[in-house]
């Protein structure tokens, strides 16, 4: 970070040259400080339908790994929690660290995780395309999970098995954590992390993605956004 700066990098402190809204007030990821959490009764449990999702292709877009489904209708939404109607799933991608528990972008009392999932969703009832949803207030609606490595074994890979067996989550209004930084995402962060083995995000270390330059290739890690300030926001909990 500091070295970046010095050298004035690219990296998440220079974004603001670009991207005025880096210094918004509704940023993303932020810490989580499960005390100064508010608990909200009126928070129902959130529901996925992913059931006949489908998925389009994997890819690797440069920044991160991203797996982006179909989204001519409501075959695979997201609803109730913190949402008034049901958003659709975009695409899910990742953000690691390059070793150790690094790597999320939200972090609880200044804990990271190794890894986290973002599951992108977009307001299609308000909104005819997902570009339109990504620059409104209420346009996206991004499910975070925690990834957090351990030892033992992990098959398979299906958006609906990667949820931990708790799903209470913490919510709150937020952006995007990469340019544009558009403050358009409901964020709603579950508590519990997912458990995945040092093999699975040991794949994620091993991708390479291009710099600014064709030929100035990096290892990709580190492609987290570290957490931005709070500016007033209230943090909601489910119970
Ligand atoms: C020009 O308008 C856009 C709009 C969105 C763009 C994007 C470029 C990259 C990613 N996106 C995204 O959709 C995007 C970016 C970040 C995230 S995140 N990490 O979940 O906050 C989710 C989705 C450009
Ligand atoms: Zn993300």
Known sequence: QMVEEMQGGDGPSAWN????????????????????????????????NYDRCTSINIANNGHSVVVEFEDSDDRSVIQGG?????????????????????????????????SELHL???????????????????????LGIFLEGSVTDFKGFNPKCLLPSSLHYWTYLGSLTTPPLHESVTWIVVKEPMIVSEKQLGKFRTLVFTGEEEDERTRMENNFRPPQLLKGRTVRSSN
């Open 17 to 48: 040259k670009n991207y005025p809204v880096a210094d918004g007030d509704r940023q993303s990821p932020i810490d989580i400080l499960p005390h100064q959490a508010r608990h909200d009764p009126n928070l129902g449990p959130f529901v996925l």
């Open 82 to 114: 913190p949402l008034d109607n049901p958003y659709r799933l975009k695409q899910f991608h990742f953000h690691w660290g390059g070793k150790g528990c690094h790597g999320s972008e939200h972090t609880v009392e200044g804990n990271s995780y190794a």
């Open 120 to 142: 992108v969703h977009w307001n299609a009832v308000k909104f005819k395309t997902f570009g339109e949803a990504a620059s409104a207030p209420d346009g996206l609606a991004v």
